[in-house]
C-alpha cells in the first residue's frame, strides 16, 4: 500500500512539475519566436534574446536574476536591445506580473539552459 501510495506521488508530481519551455509556449512564443519570421516581427527571436544576455551577462545567477526582473519591470534602461530595436517594436509589456514564481524561475532558467552558442550574436533587429 505505502509503495502504491509513493509511485502514485511520483506520477503525479512529474505530471505537474512545470516545465520552462511550457510556460514559454503559454506567455512568450506569441511574440518571441524560435525563428526569425518573414513578416510581422513582434520581438527579438527567443534564441537570440538567450545569448546577447549569455554574451553581456557574466554569471548563470546574473542572468536569471535579470530575466526574472526584466519580464516584470521591463525597461529601455535596462535592455540589452539596440535603440533601433526598441524604437521598431517598443518595450516589452511586464508579462511577469500575471505569472507565478514557480512559473517565473522556470521560464528564466530555461531560457539559460535551452540556449548555447553565445558566439554567435546579432543585434536584436537583424536577428
Ligand atoms: C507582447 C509581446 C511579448 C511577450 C508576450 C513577451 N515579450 Fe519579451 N520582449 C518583447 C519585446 C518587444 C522585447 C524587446 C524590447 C525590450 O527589451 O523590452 C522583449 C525583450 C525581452 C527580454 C530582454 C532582451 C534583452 O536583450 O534585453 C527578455 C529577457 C524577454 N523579452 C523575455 C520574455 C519572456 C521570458 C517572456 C514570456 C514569459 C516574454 N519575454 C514575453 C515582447 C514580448
Not at 29 to 36: G, L, N, P, S
Not at 51 to 75: G, T
Not at 115 to 126: A, G, N, R, W
Amino acid at each position: 500500500m505505502k509503495k502504491t501510495l509513493f509511485s502514485l506521488f511520483i506520477i503525479t508530481s512529474s505530471l505537474f512539475a512545470l516545465s520552462g519551455k511550457s510556460v514559454y509556449t503559454e506567455h512568450c512564443a506569441v511574440c518571441h519566436k524560435m525563428q526569425k519570421p518573414k513578416t510581422g516581427l513582434l520581438a527579438p527571436p527567443m534564441p537570440s534574446v538567450s545569448k546577447r544576455l549569455q554574451r553581456d551577462i557574466d554569471s548563470k545567477e546574473k542572468f536569471i536574476a535579470f530575466v526574472k526582473d526584466y519580464i516584470q519591470n521591463p525597461s529601455r534602461e535596462k535592455g540589452h536591445c539596440s535603440p533601433k530595436a526598441f524604437n521598431h517594436l517598443g518595450t516589452m509589456p511586464p508579462i511577469g506580473k500575471s505569472l507565478n514564481h514557480e512559473e517565473i524561475d522556470a521560464v528564466s532558467l530555461w531560457l539559460y539552459e535551452n540556449f548555447k552558442h553565445p558566439e554567435k550574436i546579432k543585434s536584436c533587429d537583424t536577428n
